[in-house]
Each structure stands twice: as structure tokens, then as C-alpha cells.
């Protein structure tokens, strides 16, 4: 509460006491209560010019009804902390000068204050996270603007028009910059973009035709040729997929912009075909590109006695072309100082056999090893710990794999389609098998770990496998569906659930144990598995899902273990469910209808 408050309300209390004992002695109500109304309304004057709303937590500005011209805005109302400035709440407000957010504003919404004509200066603090759309714009007055460290989007056209703004400071959590955010800021002259900012939207600073000075913290950012004036995109990008960091300039009613000499001759260099930069204050080499034809290549340790640990990501300025994209070269060796395999990086390596990621390698990227299609051999080092989506996608002489054993994820299609990879060992440090990992691959066996969290559509249409063992507490959604000639699974004692479609269309599949650990058989988990002829339902099963064994028209024999197993609609083909409802354990059998599309099948209970 405002200390301005408390200080009338211990007056308050204080006069009270006066007047309950003049009270007391005069009876006189009428003069009492006028004198505690007009109190109160002194007191809680200060809310009266805003309307509010609250969903119990805090309180939303929505409109200001006051006339002030230097506002600050409460921090609490009504014991609330004022926590977002809603839509349009100071609109077209021509009379505010200046105004002081309190710490407990996380959210400025849009149009909040756009049209505040007369306001001159803005101090947003670190507790705002977001300016949104138009915020601030046609304040044609404000000169100043400071953005906390707690704000990390600004929003379209959020100081549009701001014809008078001199002076602009980000704080260094932003990380993008909206459409439009500052254009046609006429008296811009200069602004500095935090190393934080990782893109900035078209036009955001166009129009501001005397902005002559721009700062680039870092070179981690993507910005189109729309985003300032002039040819400063190019000049950016100009010798470095990445950008070079530095102060940028132009003179006025120029359009050609300046490249800063000293960043220019630190960061995009050139040493034995290899382009790089040189970062984190200077510690580190980052490969942006390979420029030479070897056919054996070695990546070099160092640079100028300054270790490479990182081969960059590709990005949309490079068309997804990474740093040895479409190289010649047979052979690669990266050294031990490398940390980061960048997305792309070795994509379309067509003559590239053979790969030995080593132990220092943290991460392998997105498509870094996609499309080569003679690499036949791979070995992951002990040290990475993610091989991201899509690594080695399409390399269709793939046939052997040693992935290191601090592995956790292997990623959305890490090696889909690389159809001659027959086997391969899944260490125990692996949590997630993501979506189509081995899709389409040749593998013929396989075993799941019992580290293994999660693994939906993982095996998704492995036509050749044959055999499956699962060690993990559950088979996910799609695991091993569409694996034609799976013939042979087995199901450890940890496994809890089947979900649902897990052996979804294995039509070679002949019989299943499922172990008394099992409580769920999700929906369609063994749906259209033609060759299924019996299966055990053990007593710790307490619920089959819908279509769970539908179109198992093989599946002759069925065997209950449990009274009051929850079993769903369809769960099975024929009049079963009603059977096992009236006859409860046991074993149930029928025939095989002449044909197989039939769903009449009588079921009898042995």
C-alpha cells in the first residue's frame, strides 16, 4: 500500500476516536458521518480516476478518467498490485506530461498510451515484460525513452511516429523488435541494439531518415534489407553469414552505410579457406564457412592460437547452406576443441563416408549430416547429449552407428530413411526417442532401455524389423506401428502401458505375452495385427481401450484374467465384450469366418 495512504489512514483512525466520542457526548450522527464520508473520499481519491477490473490476483488498469498531467500510477489498489495497463487505457490523452510505472507493472498493452500528445519522457521499469503493438505511438512529444531489462518483445509500431524521440535504450533482455517499432522516429539519430535481440521485423526503424548511427552488440541477429535505411542489411551481412557486430554509419541525406573497420577485421575473417569469428571475448573460433576444395579435410584446432568449438548454424541468410554444405570432401576429422555441430553443417556431403564426432562434442544440429549419401559409418562421442532433428536424414548408405553413452535425445527423424542401418544399440542414458527417429529405417532388431521416456511414433513403418525388446515403463502412441514383419516382442516386467496404436497394422505379428505389470492397453494398440492368434490378458490389466485388438480376425483365443477389467467399445471383433461382461474369467474362444471382414463372430467361453 502507498505510504501516503497509510499515513491518512492512521489519521483517519485517529479522528475516528474524536468523533465517536464526540459522539458520544453531542449525538450529533449527521455531523459525524459527514465528516467520516468526506475522509474516505480524500483518502481513496487517488483510485477514483481509473477503472479497473481484477481476476483476484491483480488489477488491470482499463481507462484513466483523471486530468493529472504528471501521473503515477498506484501500485496497489484496493490491496491489489496494478499489474497490466490494459487497451487503449490512456488514449488520446492530451494532457499527460510524464508518467512513473510502478514495479509491479509486468504489461503494457496496446494503444496503452497511444496519441499521449504532451507526454515527454518514458522510464519503463525492469519489471515490464512486454510493450505491446502500438503502445506508445503518435506521441508526438516524447523525446526519451528507456526500456527496462525485464522486457523481451516490442511490439508493431510501438513508438511509430514518435516524431520527437531523440533518445532510445534498451535494456539487455529484449530479444525481438516489432514491425514498424520505431518508424518514422524522425530525430532518431543513433540507437544501439543489445546483444540480446535476435531479430528485428521489417520497417522497424525506416523512415527514421536521420538515424545515422546504429550499434550491433552481437551478431546473432536476422533483420531484412526493410529494417533500417539504406543498404545497412547488406553491409552487415556483408562479409559474414552471421553479421558483424560493431557501430555502423552514414552521413546525413546518404544511404551508404560505413562498415566498422576495427569489428570488420576481428570478426569475419578469412585463414586457410576457413571464414570465421572470433568469440566470446575473444576465446573462441566459430567455422561460418569452408571455402576450399581438399578431399581429405582436417577442421584445424586452432586459429590464430584461439581454439574452434564451434561449426555455425546455417540460417535463412545463408538458404540453409551450412559451413561445409555440399563440400567434396571424403574424409573429415574434427577436432577435440569442437562443442557445437551447427544445424546443416555437413548437409549434402555427397563423397563423405565416414564420421568420428569426438568426445568434446556437445550437440549435434538440425540436418547436419542430412543427405549424405555415401556416409556409411558414424561414431558419437561420449559427450553429446542431444542429436537434434533430423542429423543424419536420408543418408542412405548408413549402415553402422555407435551412439556415445550420454545421449539423451535423439530427435524428430535423427535417422529416418537411412534405410541400410540394420541394428543399433540404444545406451542407457537415452530419455526420448522422438517422433519418426528411425522411421523408414532397415533396422531388424532393437532394444529399448529402461531409461527410455518417451518414444511415440519412434519405429513408425520399420519394415524390416523383426524383433523388438522393450525394457522401459511404457510403449508409446504409434512406437511400432506399421512394422509389417515384426514377428517376434518382447515386453519387460517395468512396462505399464501400452498406448494407444503401439502395434498399430503389425500384421506378422502371431502371438504377445503381456506381463502382469501392464495396467492399460490404450485404443487400437494392437488394431489390425492379422496374425494375432491369442493373447492373455493378465490380472493387472484394468483397462482396454476402444478398437485395442479390433481387426485381429486371427485371433481366436482369449484369456481373462481379471473380473472387472474396464474394456471399451470394439475393443474386440464379435460379441466378446459381451461375453467376458456375463461370464468374467477365463478363456474364450471362436472361429475363423470364412471371411475375415466379417465382425459376427460368436465367442464361447471354454
Known sequence: MDEKVKEKLKITYYIINIFLEVLKMERNVFLTFSLLTLITVNIFAQSENYVTSSNGNYITITRYKGNETEIKIPEMINNLPVSVIFDNAFYNNINVTSITFPDSVTYISHYAFKGCTSLKSINIPDSVTYIG????????????????????SIGSSAFKNCTSLESVTMGNGVTSIGLC????????????IPKSVTSIDDFAFSSCKNLTSVTFQGNNISFSSTAFPGDLQKKFFSQSNSGIPGTYTRTENDYTWSIPIKEFSLYAQFENDFEFNIINDEKEIEIIKYKGDAKELIIPEKIRNIPVTRLKDASWNTGNKGVFYDCEFASVIIPNSVIYIGNYAFSSCDNLTSIIIPNSVEIIGEKAFSNCDSLKSVTIGNSVTSI?????FRCYSLSRVTIGNSVKIIGYGAFS???????IIIPNSVKSI??????????????IPKSVTSME??????????????????????????????TSVTIGNSVTNIEKKAFYECESLTNITIPNSVTSIG??????????TSVTIPDSVTSIGNGAFYGCFRLTSVTF?????????????????????????GTYTTQITARLVDNDNIWTKK
Open 133 to 152: 503493438y502500438e503502445a506508445f505511438s503518435s506521441c508526438t512529444k516524447l523525446a526519451s525513452v528507456t526500456i527496462g531489462n525485464g522486457v523481451t
Open 417 to 423: 530413411e537411412c534405410f541400410r542401418l540394420t541394428s
Open 434 to 447: 522422438e517422433e519418426f527417429a528411425f522411421s523408414g529405417t532397415g533396422l531388424t532388431s532393437v532394444t
Open 561 to 585: 484374467q481379471r473380473t472387472n477389467t474396464i474394456i471399451e467399445f470394439n475393443s474386440f471383433y464379435g460379441d466378446l465384450l459381451s461375453k467376458y461382461l456375463s461370464g468374467g474369467i
Open 181 to 192: 517499432a520505431f518508424d518514422n522516429c524522425t530525430k532518431l539519430k543513433s540507437v544501439t
Open 388 to 392: 537434434k532433428k533430423y542429423a543424419f
Open 457 to 486: 511414433d519412434a519405429f513408425y513403418s520399420c519394415d524390416s524389423l523383426t524383433s523388438v525388446t522393450i525394457l522401459n515403463t511404457s510403449i508409446g502412441k504409434s512406437a511400432f506401428a506399421g512394422c509389417k514383419k515384426l
Open 523 to 532: 485404443e487400437e494398440a494392437f488394431m489390425y495385427c492379422y496374425g494375432l
